[in-house]
């Protein structure tokens, strides 16, 4: 073969092997076959023994990460590489949070210097560049879930969508501008069941940065019970929504229900996981939400998985259903 039909045989077995990772959602271990699905959980990687007690292994970690802070988070991505997982997901939230009992109203006011309009114009790029360095030195891959729930009211970042998406833009530049060549974008929105369908469509549409931005599509799954008790069948057109509209794999970033009828939903998660392929992720959010704390006439959110037997079993069921 000459050198040139050479040199095009390997740029095009690169591109091939490029392709097929980008459809990878969390990998493998060495040796492993791909899961059809992974479980992660919200938590510390230094506080995994309450879940190994149980019997859950959660095949990646989580956290909140909020710009104000302004560090990196090396203890945490050297804690999660010692205790073998090879995956986190990051809520980057580009703010200074606001306290929960402050009300949905603070929480939405714009925050000088965490503007769409700034963070697009420069204004975090020293941090949003030092912490990018930071991921790329992580063993594993990194999910990245940037200014979740944008399409509500009740973050800053949720104003002026236009400025939202080149905010977007920008921050996934900086990052692979920084060499963090393990880190993909997870755009989350909002299911806002107590909207009607085509005003939830309008919600999201708006907001979205394009598919070259986007490595897979998040969604909060949260059950307050109470006045708002919403089942795993709600949840289901708006999942098969985003995944008509924007065709990348469906995570759900965000997972919780209330303590009264947890049996019950979690069989019904777990059916919709078996029978739904492009769903490849379940975070379970442990601690209480932001809107628990603001709305009146909720349920009892204050339950902890691996407590509790009976749910303990049913997750144990969708990780062993994940590795088919």
Known sequence: MDPSALRR????????AVLIAGTHVFPAAAGAAEPRLTFGAYVDPWHLDDWRAAR???QYVARFEAFSRGVDVDGFLRETERQGKGAVLITWEPWKPVPAELGAGAQFAPQPGYTNREIADGAQDDYITRFARNL??????VYIRY???MNGTWYPWSRDPIQYRWAWRHVVRLVEAAGA???KFVWSPN???FLSPSAWLRSVRVYWPGSRYVDAVGS???NFGGTKNYTVARFAPRLRALRKLYRKPVMLTEVKTVKRGRVAWLRDLRALLRRTAWIRSVAWFQSQSRAAAQLEGLGAGNWDLTHDAAAAAIVRGIIHDGRR
């Open 147 to 149: 200014a979740h729930e």
């Open 181 to 183: 060549a393990n880190v």
């Open 191 to 193: 299911p806002s069941l």
């Open 136 to 141: 790329a030195t992580f063993r594993g891959q």
């Open 9 to 16: 045989a390997i740029l095009l077995a690169l591109a091939a």
């Open 56 to 58: 859950i292994t959660p």
């Open 220 to 222: 909060t799954m949260i």
